[in-house]
């Protein structure tokens, strides 16, 4: 027998293992630190009511022979949290049928599952730096990956190049790292760029519930994509759902190659592989999308919105060069004095008691670059962008 | 961009397609039918009483800023669970370590997705008939598939053949749809021609809970299945999960090719294309490992037994070949007068209001014989068995 020997192409991710030993040396030198860990994509605030009202009940549901639930209908998802998610693009003023969305269990299953339906001689592009998740899942399929080069330059925003041959493209807006989002006009630029090459956009939306009116939410805002791209979304930033594991996918009925539909490949890549969402998970799902589920999970994001804002204007007082924190729980910025991501990571922990994450992570692009994540409380972000500022 | 070409190699299923379009045309021609459904192979009892108090207080930490969990802290699972599932083997007599037990949202997924770990130059050894899974996956990813043929001289338990040659070898015992178990001797053969042609078993064991005493529950009771064997075990019929989603695949550190640690290969492969399971579910699976949430499954298992004894013994009445039924939910026979699986189930359907599942739909072996499912309730079992009596 042998293993599939692309693993060992995987680059080791050191990233959060360096990071946590580095905390866990400096906490066990200071037992009464007072540290403010700004490095975790993780949120903080708890469920919506509304939501934990939904589990309560679907619980109680699953109690009883007469309301219990085994599997799920489809492994795409019940049509009552389908039919949630199209009322919910129509709210964007974007057509999505329940029969275009695919209800999985996290967009980081979807965007790694994504790979297996299609062919592993594609060129894949990928934008430097990045979510690390759409290069180490192709490397695993043993694919060519070309990198698009984010930078200061195109404010960490790479767009089409006029020689760039690409098969499939990863785009991540609001990005993660960076933090930067596309407007109309780029966007409309790569959704061409894909119907000429006959290429597919994977769009990664995991964090569109922090996009201000104005700007792109949904790559099907853009006239063509239904007949190039598929749409990744969660539930995770949106409401919380980091530890409940709900997300979704769409895929347009339009979008097919050489008469093959990209959907009906899903669905029976699903069909094999997956068995559906918990159902409690999917009640909990539906009411994030009830008038009411709404109005409580957009409270939350603009609570960390407005941590993000705190960060905006410290670095505008620092006069730091950075994107993000506008539409984005994200502020991606430039380390001063020419430190790289690392050192500014080690002066940040020693001499400020802050945990930052450094840019290298997330490709050679990110060098010299710092994150900081603005899904802590309001209070120690004030606290942390006083003590940078201090110097 | 071009699709995955080897999905156009998958057979259409057409199995449960038909089988819905059957049912449907007699409920509409006979309104006021008395249909008795034995196709299904979904639980039907309601959650343990101990499984939805956990969820009740798990739901409630996700409530409160103080206790809410986000992202798990590793994709394979809480150490709380896997140190459950670890003294769960202890109980069986199996050595298994926490960090050897890796918590997946379901055994479907992870036989699924355990495909990526391997080269796509393996030759695959499969049982005919058996769970369409294992085909399907193997087809997408373009590997050769050899059968085993199971059917009446070998009691739909294939042994190791000297000129086969295979990779990986699919056991699932239980069977589904058989119903036949392995003893100890069997599992014995397979596990030394594992071993002798450096070959790795892939055991689902998603119905060991019907085991008798007696048989074994796990590939690891079988000494040297620790450097050959990857387990696969779920909670939907153990504790009624099917609705729920969690099940365990188990890696013993030992299982090693050309020195490549298979557990680290399958760690990397889940912590990049998968974010945990639900921590609700993480902890009504913990409360299932519990002494109380022990007693109050197997209380449903032996109900659900209780059902299979009553199948096994109308097959014995009628002096039908059968397996199955004694240590699993299924009852596997041979259809009277020499009728196809379709025949019969179109008699059972007509004349007998009784839905079975046709053998047809597992493989070519499977022709013949017809699948019934010990999930229902015990007097509609009985009525059912009455009725197919009565001739």
């Known amino acids: 027998m042998k293993l599939n020997g692309n693993f060992q192409n995987l680059e080791q991710s050191y990233l959060f293992v360096t990071i946590a030993k580095k905390v866990n040396e400096y906490t066990a030198a200071h037992p009464e630190n007072n540290l403010i860990r700004m490095g975790i994509g993780d949120v903080t605030l708890p469920l919506a009511p509304v939501v934990i009202q939904a589990m309560h009940k679907a619980t109680d549901e699953m109690a009883k022979k007469e309301t219990f639930r085994g599997y799920s209908p489809d492994s795409s998802g019940y049509p009552f949290l389908r039919e949630a998610i199209a009322g919910y693009y129509q709210s964007l003023g974007v057509s999505v049928e329940p029969g275009e969305v695919f209800v999985g269990d996290g967009a980081k299953s979807d965007v790694g599952n994504i790979v297996d339906i299609f062919d592993n001689a594609n060129t894949i592009l990928v934008p430097d730096p990045v979510y690390p998740v759409y290069v180490d899942t192709n490397v695993m399929a043993g694919r060519k990956i070309a990198y698009a080069d984010a930078n200061m330059e195109n404010g960490f925003l790479p767009m089409p190049e006029a020689g760039q041959s690409a098969d499939i493209v990863y785009i991540c807006s609001p990005n993660n790292p960076t933090g930067a989002v596309y407007n109309r006009d780029q966007l409309q630029a790569w959704v061409d760029y894909a119907l000429e090459r006959e290429a597919v956009i994977l769009f990664d939306a995991a964090y569109e519930s922090f996009v201000s009116p104005g700007l792109p939410r949904s790559i099907f805002e853009i006239p063509g994509a239904e007949r190039c791209a598929i749409e990744f979304c969660s539930l995770s930033k949106t409401a919380g759902f980091t530890g409940m594991r709900c997300g979704y996918t769409v895929i347009k009925k339009e979008l097919a190659f ?134």
């Open 258 to 391: 050489e008469g093959v539909s990209v959907a009906k490949l899903w669905e029976r890549r699903q069909g094999s592989k997956f068995n559906g969402v918990n159902y409690v998970t999917q009640r909990a799902a539906e009411a994030v999308f009830s008038p009411e589920g709404i109005r409580q999970t957009q409270e939350a994001v603009a609570y960390y919105k407005g941590n993000a804002q705190v960060m905006v204007q410290a670095m505008r007082d620092m006069g730091l060069w950075f994107t993000g924190g506008e539409n984005s729980p994200y502020v991606w910025f430039q380390c001063p004095e020419g430190k790289s991501g690392w050192e500014y990571f080690d002066y940040l922990l020693n001499e400020k008691e802050i945990v930052g994450t450094p840019g290298e992570g997330f490709g050679k692009n990110g060098g010299g670059c710092m994150r900081l994540s603005a899904f802590g409380d309001t209070e120690k972000t004030k606290e942390a962008m006083e003590r940078i500022k201090r110097g």
